[in-house]
DNA sequence: CAGTTGTTTTGAATAACTCAAGACAACTTG
DNA sequence: CAAGTTGTCTTGAGTTATTCAAAACAACTG
């Protein structure tokens, strides 16, 4: 199974005009399968695939598909880089303030007033970023475990 | 023209619930006259007037006052962490992809659709977070003048 | 299949930040 | 105004994510 999809992402490398490269269908691969995962865990997640492979390529591999454009990075305060496949489409993040779990979350079609700012200063805006902060349901389940004591 | 400041900055500490010390005033004085400073150029600005500061001191002040409330720290991606007095409205920010600098934006007031995500995935959502991307206007003074070369 | 270009490996270095323990200063109480 | 307590600052070292550089190597071209 693994293997079919292998092909396609050869092709995904190549149409970017990449080359194909066993380190780089694995972290494809590895962040299909787990998005929003920063290096080290990308690293892991290659490894039994590649027993060679090193932190140092991973994080090679990672931004060069991030400026080939295919893979988007995310930064989010107080974690490390993530990566995710999911690009194109200016969707947005909530990251949990507890366990640091991120979620994708849909931009609200066609109603993006924040994406405009009031005043801009002068500044020329190219993007708009969206975060979010809460609390996922399973910390949320945690905690509300930990009051009821 | 210190010395005035620094008497309500004093008062601002104690109002905090916090001791007022040599190093706390400094990094608020700093801070008022240079918003959006990492923690290396706090510790530049104060280093003048407190010979024998630390820069770890810097970080357990900003720390402090960020905890207290008296300060933001923001995290822009890609920068080391900024602090800014600004508190209490939740304005955004705007972050210049050539040289870095930053710029407060005001939000839109009574007009946040951005906040409530159409489908925060069973997430409790606390606050959201606005960053606008894009070329300060003395960059792109400096782009157009290369251009034009 | 050989050559060229670009990628990966290996090894080390950097920067931002954090942790810990003792010295010290700020507010409180008598 | 002096002494004590609490919390802050200083000093020093350590951690983590990330980047840089050079040599070994593999992928696409003709």
Redesign the pocket.
């Known amino acids: 199974m693994e293997t079919v999809t292998d092909a396609a992402l050869a092709d995904t490398l ?1 149409e970017a005009g ?7 269908v694995a972290v494809l691969s590895a962040l299909t399968d787990i998005p929003h995962s ?3 865990t990308v690293f892991g997640a290659v490894l039994p695939s ?1 027993p ?6 991973v ?3 990672l ?2 598909l991030t400026t080939a454009g295919l893979l988007r990075k995310i ?1 989010p305060a107080g974690s ?2 993530l990566y995710e496949r999911r690009i194109g489409d200016n969707h947005h993040h909530i990251v949990c303030t507890e366990c640091s779990a991120v979620r994708d979350v849909d931009c609200v079609v066609g109603h993006a007033p924040c994406l405009t700012p009031s005043d801009a200063g002068g500044f020329t805006v190219h993007t708009a970023e969206v975060n979010f902060w809460g609390v996922c349901p399973d910390c949320q389940s945690a905690l509300n475990q930990k009051s009821a004591d």
């Not at 990449?18 to 780089?24: A, G, H, I, M, Q």
């Open positions: 190549r990449l080359k194909v490269t066993e380190p780089r920063d290096a080290d590649l060679g492979t090193s932190l140092q390529a994080y090679g591999v931004a060069a930064e490390s880089a």
